[in-house]
Each structure stands twice: as structure tokens, then as C-alpha cells.
């Protein structure tokens, strides 16, 4: 039923840029948690970015912050990653995510993608972004 797919991923120069987007449907729930995760090949998960959906507070990982915006257009219901400045560190499969918890806070938000578990999340199939 809900279904998220994401979209924008690509190969770019260190300095590029790169514009993600996750479509989301069957969800319309009002507050809720959503943001991006990667994963490059022998590394853990990692939580990217949050946002609060309903309240707009975001937060980000140490590693991107500052050069990563996410952000969520409601009307359509997707979401987005704003890359720049990449980095080869960035390199690895972006994934979107949803929290189906159903009383959500912006604080929630925070502790749930920083800790990059599956939980009962709602995933998408990923994209993949490639530095060089």
C-alpha cells in the first residue's frame, strides 16, 4: 500500500551537485518522520537527514551537514535531498524512509534516523549516487 520511489541518483565530479527525490503514495498521514539513508558496499547504514513532516524541523548527519538540504513539497508528497559539494565519501545507494509511529515529534525524528535501524519502516528501493 505505501509506496516510496526515489529517483535522482547519478555519477558526478567532487563539487557537483545532485537533486534526490522519494514519490511517496498511500501515506498521508498530517506529522510523521521521513528522511534519507545510504549505504555504501562494506559500510553500516547511515542516517542522512530527518524532517519532521507537519512542523519542518530537520536535522542532519555531522558528515553532510551543511552542504545537504532535505525538504518536503506536502502537496505533491515528496521528498528531497538536495546534494552539493559531493564528496567520493558520499558515494553509495540513497534510500528514503518512513516512520509509520503514529505520535511522532520532531525530537522522535532525531533519534530515529540517527539510528539508521529498519524498525517497521517503509523503505524505498534506493539510488544510487556515485562521486568522483
Known amino acids: 500500500q505505501v509506496q516510496l520511489v526515489e529517483s535522482g541518483g547519478g555519477s558526478v565530479q567532487a563539487g557537483g551537485s545532485l537533486r534526490l527525490s522519494c514519490a511517496v503514495s498511500g501515506w498521508s498521514r498530517s506529522k510523521y518522520c521521513t528522511g534519507w539513508f545510504r549505504q555504501a558496499p562494506g559500510k553500516v547504514r547511515e542516517g542522512v537527514a530527518t524532517?519532521?513532516?507537519?512542523?519542518?524541523?530537520?536535522d542532519y548527519a555531522d558528515s553532510v551537514k551543511d552542504r545537504f538540504t532535505i525538504s518536503q513539497d506536502n502537496a505533491k508528497n515528496i521528498l528531497y535531498l538536495q546534494m552539493n559539494n559531493l564528496k567520493p565519501d558520499d558515494t553509495a545507494m540513497y534510500y528514503c524512509?518512513?516512520?509509520?509511529?503514529?505520535?511522532?515529534?520532531?525530537?522522535?525524528?532525531?533519534?530515529?534516523?540517527?539510528?539508521?535501524?529498519?524498525?517497521?519502516?517503509?523503505w524505498g528501493q534506493g539510488t544510487q549516487v556515485t562521486v568522483s
Open positions: 524532517i519532521y513532516v507537519g512542523g519542518g524541523a530537520t
Open positions: 524512509a518512513i516512520d509509520p509511529f503514529p505520535s511522532a515529534t520532531a525530537g522522535d525524528c532525531r533519534r530515529w534516523y540517527a539510528t539508521a535501524k529498519d524498525d517497521d519502516n517503509y
